[in-house]
């Protein structure tokens, strides 16, 4: 059955970061009784958890996205077209809670910013990349264009805005692919590229998810110019507590049902006004999206009341001074086997192979990323112990993954922007970044901008390790 | 000549042609495609659905019954209902500038009574091959797999920029008994998905050597 084989592979995936933690409770920090009985029963509900959520997402929001792609370019009509991938973008990021939360952060850096304007930015911002991403599809424009244009310009931009909205500027890149929306976005994309008849359509069935990332960032900068840095009191990241079961359930439920609600609604309409399914597509859908909701919820409490707490404490025993060979070491370990239980980067790998009619395996893509994430894991290390600027690390590495671009097969280039926004999801943002936040806190760094620094890393490592492994490819075979 | 087909669970296609290969094949070309599940129930829910890979090999004659072994021999270390494998003859066989003539063995082979099964092929619209597959499996198909593809569309279809719209397909292939096949194209026949102008179409061919691959076969 379906199911018991998504378990099977998720447990491959969950099990080395259980492994990892363990061995590290039996020598070098042992973790406090509690906090290894919570992470055991997290691992478990994040097993499940992204099981369910996986199956779900293969029949539930992958066709709907697809479908209603493939059925928009089939309606021949810019306007409609353009009107109608920007109110997505919009809408799924209004509802992500994720944006919510970044929005009342700047508050705090500036409270002469109205924090439902900057939603609604950084929802315009998605929405108009959506459209323009979508569009270039259809025009064929090359990719790698956009790219480069768009990320010199934000570089170019980030001059001019204050630091404190810099660092936001890159969270929301990261908060706005959430695991419902990424997932959607790039279905949505393979759907367009799809009805595209003519040659190397599936070459451009991806970079739609890369491209959106792009949108959030640029609208906060954008309006770190124009606002300023009036208050000058940091932003300390939530203290990570341990909240008990009863509290985290209801609080994971609301927020996945914020980003579910706007799927649901476009589902409605695109079967009502685009799609047309029969009736036995619309239960399967439908029985997908509930799974995709039940999974999520099991999968983020797992991640919140196991991993979190764990994390925590890890980061606090190892980033002792004495300590900090093994803590860049378990960094690079970390986050190693931590990508390959991220759930959008399940979703990424599993259609990349799919699109690819198989050549392009998904064991190969993890194991680039894989080798990325813990590159960028083990930098930030160096960085928590040694607390220099991040921008030695983010110019230089843009710098070099734009200029892979010239040498990379257009598909891979396309497919390392995408997993750029994807591998920064929920398990980076909790565990590891509570990892970090222990580890700076107990060797005397600054937690702010240390936690700032490693989800834009894991956001950029990916660009360099998956464009590489395109180069590589080049020699053993065409693409 | 023959062009052998195997169909098997996700990521063992590999394994097949390799197996193949050590038997004296020359290459394989691999598809992947979803199978359908054998309870209605969880087929609408969801949770029947499997990954599989659909292997091809085209087989010089004599060397077919032993890389047929290597296939059957290999799937019987997996689990049991691993796959199914059968074979089509091939008339014409171009390779680099070689080109391989093969006319006759189909008599040959027919009267060895290789030839119990048939498979047959409905292309549909992308959305409606399960439609399809339960109509065939209420007339006696026992199971199928679905491949993605996409129509060539029409001259006159064209132009949303330049670009061709091109429509989604998806091609259902059923392996039946012989005697089943009339029943399940007939059942298909009045579906929705195959009446309208350029919605579908289905076909039957015969095939021989079918094989049941895994554990318990014989």
Not at chain 1, 309 to 334: S, Y
């Given at each position: 059955?379906?199911?018991?084989?998504?378990?099977?592979?998720?447990?491959?995936?969950?099990?080395?970061?259980?492994?990892?933690?363990?061995?590290?409770?039996?020598?070098?920090?042992?973790?406090?009784?509690?906090?290894?009985?919570?992470?055991?029963?997290?691992?478990i509900?994040?097993i499940?958890?992204?099981?369910?959520?996986?199956?779900?997402?293969?029949?539930?929001?992958?066709?709907?996205?697809?479908?209603?792609g493939?059925?928009?370019?089939?309606?021949?009509?810019?306007?409609?077209?353009?009107c109608v991938?920007?109110?997505?973008?919009?809408?799924?990021?209004?509802?992500?809670?994720?944006?919510?939360?970044?929005?009342?952060?700047v508050?705090i850096?500036?409270?002469?910013?109205?924090?439902?304007?900057?939603?609604?930015?950084?929802?315009?911002?998605?929405?108009?990349?959506?459209s323009?991403?979508?569009?270039?599809?259809?025009?064929?424009?090359?990719?790698?264009l956009?790219?480069?244009?768009?990320?010199?310009?934000?570089?170019?931009?980030?001059?001019?805005?204050?630091?404190?909205?810099?660092?936001?500027?890159?969270?929301?890149?990261?908060?706005?692919?959430?695991?419902?929306?990424?997932?959607f976005?790039?279905?949505?994309?393979?759907?367009?590229?799809?009805?595209?008849?003519?040659?190397?359509?599936?070459?451009?069935?991806?970079?739609?998810?890369?491209?959106?990332?792009?949108?959030?960032?640029?609208?906060?900068?954008?309006?770190?110019?124009?606002?300023?840095?009036?208050?000058?009191?940091?932003?300390?990241?939530?203290?990570?507590?341990n909240?008990?079961?009863?509290?985290?359930?209801?609080?994971?439920?609301?927020?996945?049902?914020?980003?579910?609600?706007?799927?649901?609604?476009?589902?409605?309409?695109?079967?009502?006004?685009?799609?047309?399914?029969?009736?036995?597509?619309?239960?399967?859908?439908?029985?997908g999206?509930?799974?995709?909701?039940?999974?999520?919820?099991?999968?983020?409490?797992?991640v919140?009341?196991?991993?979190?707490?764990?994390?925590?404490?890890?980061?606090?025993?190892?980033?002792?001074?004495?300590?900090?060979?093994?803590?860049?070491?378990?960094?690079?370990?970390?986050g190693?086997?931590?990508?390959?239980?991220?759930?959008?980067?399940?979703?990424l790998?599993?259609q990349?192979?799919?699109?690819?009619?198989?050549?392009?395996?998904?064991?190969?893509?993890?194991?680039?990323?894989?080798?990325?994430v813990?590159?960028?894991?083990?930098?930030?290390?160096?960085?928590?112990?040694?607390?220099?600027s991040?921008?030695?690390?983010?110019?230089?590495?843009?710098?070099?993954?734009?200029?892979?671009?010239?040498?990379?097969?257009?598909?891979?280039?396309?497919?390392?922007?995408?997993?750029?926004?994807?591998?920064?999801?929920?398990m980076?943002s909790?565990?590891?970044?509570?990892?970090?936040?222990?580890?700076?806190?107990?060797?005397?760094?600054n937690?702010?901008?240390?936690?700032?620094?490693?989800?834009?890393?894991?956001a950029?490592?990916p660009?360099?390790?998956?464009?590489?492994?395109?180069?590589?490819?080049?020699?053993?075979?065409?693409? | 000549?023959?062009?052998?087909?195997?169909?098997?669970?996700h990521?063992?296609?590999?394994?097949?042609?390799?197996?193949a290969?050590k038997?004296?094949?020359?290459?394989?070309?691999?598809?992947?495609?979803?199978?359908?599940?054998h309870?209605?129930?969880l087929?609408?829910?969801?949770?029947?659905?499997?990954?599989?890979?659909?292997?091809?090999?085209?087989?010089?004659l004599?060397?077919?019954?032993?890389?047929?072994?290597?296939?059957?021999?290999?799937?019987?270390?997996?689990?049991?209902?691993?796959?199914?494998?059968?074979?089509?003859?091939?008339?014409?066989?171009?390779?680099?500038?070689?080109?391989?003539?093969?006319?006759?063995?189909?008599?040959?082979?027919?009267?060895?009574?290789?030839?119990t099964?048939?498979?047959?092929?409905?292309?549909?619209?992308?959305g409606?091959a399960?439609d399809?597959?339960?109509?065939?499996?209420?007339?006696?198909?026992?199971?199928?797999?679905?491949?993605?593809?996409?129509?060539?569309g029409?001259?006159?279809?064209?132009?949303?920029?330049g670009?061709?719209?091109?429509?989604?397909?998806?091609?259902?292939?059923?392996?039946?008994?012989?005697?089943?096949?009339?029943?399940?194209?007939?059942?298909?026949k009045?579906?929705?998905?195959?009446?309208?102008p350029?919605?579908?179409?289905?076909?039957?061919?015969?095939?021989?050597?079918?094989?049941?691959?895994?554990?318990?076969?014989?």
């Open positions: 059955m379906a199911l018991i084989h998504k378990i099977k592979e998720t447990i491959v995936s969950v099990v080395p970061i259980m492994v990892l933690v363990l061995i590290l409770n039996f020598t070098a920090a042992p973790l406090s009784p509690l906090t290894l009985l919570r992470f055991l029963i997290g691992g509900f994040t499940l958890g992204l099981s369910l959520f996986l199956l779900g997402a293969d029949i539930g929001i992958i066709p709907i996205g697809e479908k209603g493939a059925a928009l370019t089939r309606k021949k009509n810019l306007p409609l077209f353009l991938s920007f109110a997505i973008g919009f809408i799924i990021t209004f509802a992500e809670p994720d944006v919510q939360v970044l929005a009342q952060q508050q850096i500036n409270p002469a910013v109205n924090s439902t304007l900057l939603v609604v930015m950084i929802s315009i911002g998605v929405g108009l990349f959506v323009i991403g979508l569009l270039r599809t259809v025009l064929q424009i090359p990719i790698k956009f790219f480069l244009i768009f990320y010199v310009l934000l570089f170019a931009a980030a001059f001019f805005t204050p630091s404190d909205f810099l660092s936001i500027a890159f969270d929301a890149g990261g908060a706005t692919t959430g695991p419902m929306t990424v997932p976005i790039l279905a949505l994309g393979m759907g367009v590229a799809a009805v595209r008849g003519g040659k190397n359509n599936h070459t451009d069935s991806f970079g739609l998810t890369g491209l959106v990332s792009i949108g959030p960032i640029i609208a906060v900068i954008i309006l770190g110019i124009i606002m300023g840095n009036s208050n000058s009191t940091t932003l300390i990241p939530e203290a990570a507590a909240p008990v079961l009863g509290h985290i359930i209801p609080e994971v439920f609301v927020e996945v049902s914020k980003a579910l609600l706007p799927l649901i609604i476009l589902f409605i309409l695109f079967q009502l006004f685009l799609i047309k399914m029969p009736p036995k597509q619309i239960i399967r859908m439908s029985a999206l509930i799974y995709s909701f039940l999974g999520l919820i099991l999968f983020l409490t797992g919140k009341y196991g991993f979190m707490p764990a994390g925590t404490e890890l980061g606090a025993v190892l980033g002792k001074p004495e300590n900090a060979a093994l803590l860049i070491l378990v960094g690079a370990i970390m190693a086997v931590v990508v390959c239980a991220e759930p959008a980067v399940w979703v790998t599993h990349v192979e799919h699109i690819s009619g198989g050549s392009i395996k998904r064991k190969t893509l993890l194991t680039a990323l894989a080798f990325g813990s590159l960028s894991i083990a930098l930030s290390m160096i960085r928590v112990t040694h607390g220099f991040i921008w030695f690390y983010l110019i230089p590495g843009y710098t070099l993954a734009l200029l892979l671009m010239v040498f990379c097969p257009k598909m891979y280039t396309a497919i390392a922007f995408d997993s750029g926004g994807v591998a920064s999801g929920p980076t909790t565990f590891i970044l509570s990892f970090t936040l222990g580890a700076s806190l107990a060797s005397g760094g937690p702010v901008t240390d936690a700032f620094g490693v989800i834009a890393m894991v950029m490592t660009l360099i390790a998956i464009q590489i492994l395109g180069i590589l490819s080049i020699k053993r075979g065409k693409h | 000549m023959k062009i052998l087909t195997a169909i098997v669970p990521n063992q296609g590999e394994l097949i042609a390799e197996a290969r038997a004296g094949a020359a290459g394989a070309t691999i598809q992947q495609g979803r199978g359908t599940a309870n209605q129930i087929q609408l829910l969801g949770l029947g659905d499997s990954e599989k890979d659909i292997v091809f090999i085209v087989v010089p004599a060397s077919y019954p032993a890389i047929e072994k290597a296939i059957v021999d290999k799937s019987k270390l997996a689990k049991p209902h691993y796959g199914i494998l059968f074979s089509r003859h091939v008339h014409y066989f171009l390779k680099n500038t070689d080109v391989i003539f093969d006319q006759q063995i189909e008599e040959a082979d027919s009267m060895k009574n290789t030839n099964h048939e498979l047959i092929t409905i292309i549909v619209n992308a409606f399960d399809a597959m339960e109509a065939a499996r209420k007339a006696g198909a026992s199971g199928g797999t679905i491949l993605n593809g996409r129509g060539t029409r001259a006159e279809d064209v132009s949303f920029f670009i061709t719209i091109v429509p989604e397909k998806e091609v259902l292939l059923i392996l039946v008994e012989k005697g089943k096949s009339p029943a399940i194209l007939e059942a298909v009045t579906l929705e998905s195959l009446t309208g350029g919605t579908g179409i289905a076909y039957c061919t015969e095939v021989s050597d079918f094989v049941q691959l895994g554990k318990d076969t014989k």
